[in-house]
């Protein structure tokens, strides 16, 4: 299948050091993208679907690294169905998993803990909820798991290994388990914060430097932050990716941005949402996130945006995340809200409006045109130009 979004305002890159692509045409064939920036009549002309923008701006598909998967598009903390497919239309076109750790009565000896990252991995291998692409399958990391059992999970296709809900008295006995899940290529993530669940336990900075994982999970506090003092610790003393959640503590959200700009570390940022959870299900809650860091911290926007596309997507090694040829055709058409104060998406976040969404593409595919089931309408028509399949995706 070709798609072609043509007649774009405003293309965002995703790489937040170069954050503006000049043109207004983006061709995705066949999943992936072929041109940003311009394109020629032909190749326009030959494409199955060709989407107006109206003047609107495109952005890579938002990535939200920390999403509380279970099976199916279902989640049993608020009994909810659908929630996958509903964040779609905040813009949301890859979800990773937290962990299946909300799975009911989940086991947590070494071969069930196994068991349920594989059977997590093998149900979204090919099931995309709304069009979502979801990277299911994260092992839980408890006491007795040795170094066979993670060589046996990478050959099985799990790359993904999660400390803080383990059985383990001091929360530094997950460092040998996570260097053990390094060696096998696996990206390793912490809880960061206060306790969460029954099960869990706090994790300070001292933790986080001391177990040295890939990704510190929701760090601003997932609901509750470490103290203060401790983000600076992490910033200047470790390389550990810095996951800001929509679930977490706002205040500790712009100190760790703040701090993170100011050391030059903001390729470690990271934003997600660390939902559903008993903070509820947030189809917006990327891009409240971005919106709250752009306008409170008056940060560039696109800027911002990096760390929700482009970031997420070079920690967790995917290739999605960015509006450049040769990447997953993922991407989201957003405008300023209808009867906001400012006229352009970039705008309209600067200024602590949530963007409207007109028109999301994953894998090249048009999920839906024209309006958002949880936006307000665009302010300018984004619409279906040309289409030549038996198909409507109003």
Request: glycine share 12%; hydrophobic share 45%; proline share 7%.
């Amino acid at each position: 299948m070709r798609t072609a979004v043509v007649n774009i305002g405003t293309i965002v890159s995703g790489d937040w050091r170069d954050p503006i692509v000049p043109g207004d045409t983006v061709v995705v064939a066949d999943g992936i993208i072929k041109s940003v920036g311009t394109a020629s009549p032909e190749a326009v002309a030959g494409c199955d679907v060709v989407i107006d923008a109206g003047g609107a701006t495109a952005v890579p598909g938002l990535i939200d690294s920390h999403v509380h998967i279970t099976f199916g598009d279902y989640t049993p903390r608020q009994k909810t169905v659908g929630f996958l497919e509903s964040y779609l239309h905040g813009g949301v076109t890859t979800a990773i998993t937290a962990s299946e750790v909300h799975v009911p009565g989940r086991p947590r000896d070494p071969a069930g803990v196994k068991a349920l990252a594989i059977a997590a991995q093998r149900c979204f291998a090919e099931y995309r909820p709304g069009g979502m692409r979801v990277w299911a399958g994260s092992v839980i990391l408890e006491p007795g798991l040795a170094e066979q059992d993670f060589k046996d999970l990478a050959a099985e296709g799990v790359w993904l290994a999660k400390a803080g809900f383990g059985a383990f008295a001091d929360p530094e006995e997950y460092a040998p388990l996570v260097a053990m899940a390094r060696r096998h290529g696996m990206v390793t993530t912490l809880h960061t914060g206060g306790a969460s669940i029954p099960g869990s336990s706090p994790i300070t900075g001292d933790h986080v430097l001391a177990i040295d994982p890939d990704v510190s999970f929701h760090v601003n506090g997932g609901p509750v932050a470490m103290a203060d003092e401790h983000f600076e610790r992490v910033i200047a003393e470790s390389k550990v990716a810095l996951q800001i959640c929509t679930a977490g503590n706002l205040r500790t959200a712009m100190l760790c941005a703040r701090l993170a700009i100011e050391r030059e570390q903001f390729h470690r940022v990271l934003i997600a949402t660390d939902t559903p959870t008993g903070s509820g299900i947030m189809p917006l809650g990327m891009i409240y996130t971005i919106t709250h860091l752009a306008s409170l911290l008056d940060l560039p926007p696109e800027m911002v945006m990096g760390a929700a596309t482009g970031n997420n997507a070079a920690v967790y090694g995917r290739n999605s995340g960015l509006l450049a040829p040769g990447r997953d055709g993922d991407l989201v058409v957003i405008d300023a809200p209808l009867g906001g104060a400012r006229k352009t998406a970039l705008g309209a976040l600067a200024n602590g409006d949530p963007v409207a969404v007109g028109a999301v593409i994953s894998d090249g595919v048009p999920r839906f045109v024209g309006r958002s089931r949880n936006t307000p309408p665009t302010t300018r028509p984004v619409r279906v130009a040309q289409c030549t399949l038996p198909r409507e995706f109003a």
